[in-house]
């Protein structure tokens, strides 16, 4: 089985797609027998990022990174993000000759120009620059392959991803649940600028608003959404079982590139309402009995509660982490020219690829 080095600059304490994906990814991985060695800010010194303290940065050189990975021997390198130590592999692998994978999580471009007033053309450029290096850029939708390619990324794969149908799954309701009257229009998500929040908030909708998570624009929505209910962040069985109370998931992000949390309302049975954006369009496209679609988000909310429950779940349940997985490996041998017989070793018998 393979040796696979997994860089990532998004790592634990963060509560984010990227970690879930990457989390659930390496455990399917393990279990197929594959030797995973990850490269993550907790394994050296590092600092909180200002005004955002879950997110560690790793305060490191260059060397140290390239003794650790040295020491693994890899047969393939993956590197999920563009921070520093993301940089310090992609400059081990170019200076080793040795190919390698990337993935596109995170609109950094918009993210950071929703804080800094800094063109999103030349991040965009940096960007590419950085995945344009390795053999293989991985992106979760067919619309965002067709967006990145557009901007000039090259070598883009598919990697979807899964659910845990066990955990999130439907559950009894409850005439009043958090005590709150129905319907329920539910958020789930870290709280920040780039999320939209405020777009859901901002809305007249029957029933209650309920927002799950933390994140640094918190305490600000809470002073100003009285009528909303903050719950804080969830986790595991108590989440599941939030999820499995709402009405309607809302999903108001414009900017994410798949929607992790959307999966975990759909499989506990909450139909979604979104804008037509990358991420919902591509999961909703073409099942408008599990979620509603609409540049008017209000719209969305209000046809979303003739959705059904059923449809929802059946939708989710067409995601997994084993054939997300597959992908995940086919497209890291591809990245170092692996032949599809040898890529077919890899995988354990009867696993099936879903294309998303």
């Known amino acids: 089985m393979a040796k696979i080095t997994i860089v990532t600059d998004a790592w634990h304490p963060q509560v984010n797609g990227v970690v879930r994906s990457l989390d659930n990814t390496i455990d399917e991985m393990r279990r197929l027998g594959h030797e995973i060695m990850l490269v993550t800010p907790d394994r050296f010194r590092n600092i909180p990022l200002p005004s955002y303290p879950e997110i560690r940065i790793a305060l490191t050189r260059y060397r140290t990174v390239e003794k650790e ?55 965009y450029g940096m960007v590419r620059n950085f995945h344009n290096a390795g053999n293989v850029c991985m992106v979760a939708t067919a619309s965002l392959e067709a967006e990145l390619t557009a901007r000039g990324f090259k070598n883009l794969k598919r990697w979807s991803r899964g659910i845990d149908h066990n955990l999130y799954k439907p559950q009894p309701l409850v005439d009043r649940p958090f005590g709150l009257p129905r319907p329920i229009f539910m958020q789930v998500g870290r709280i920040a600028v780039e999320k939209n929040i405020e777009a859901f908030l901002e809305l007249d909708l029957p029933g209650s608003k309920v927002v799950v998570g933390d994140g640094p624009a918190r305490e600000k929505l809470q002073k100003a959404y009285s009528d909303t209910l903050f719950t804080g962040a969830k986790f595991g069985q108590e989440l599941a079982e939030h999820y499995a109370q709402a009405d309607v998931f809302v999903f108001p992000s414009k900017t994410d590139t798949f929607g992790n949390v959307i999966l975990e309302a759909l499989a506990a049975g909450a139909p979604v309402a979104a804008y037509p954006v990358t991420g919902p369009a591509d999961i909703l496209g073409g099942h408008p009995k599990a979620g509603a679609l609409d540049s008017d988000l209000r719209e969305a909310c209000l046809k979303a509660l003739d959705c059904s429950r059923e449809a929802a779940r059946a939708l989710a349940e067409t995601y997994t982490w084993e054939a997300a997985t597959r992908q995940f490996l086919e497209n890291v041998m591809r990245a170092n020219g692996v032949s599809p017989d040898e890529i077919e070793k890899a995988y354990a018998p009867g696993l099936e690829m879903r294309s998303a």
């Open 69 to 123: 990975i040295d020491k693994f021997q890899p047969s393939y390198v993956h590197i999920a993000t563009e921070g520093p130590l993301g940089y310090y592999a992609r400059k081990w692998c170019l200076k080793n000759k040795m190919p390698f994978s990337t993935s596109y999580h995170t609109r950094f471009p918009e993210y950071v120009t929703a804080r800094i007033p800094i063109p999103a053309s030349i991040l």
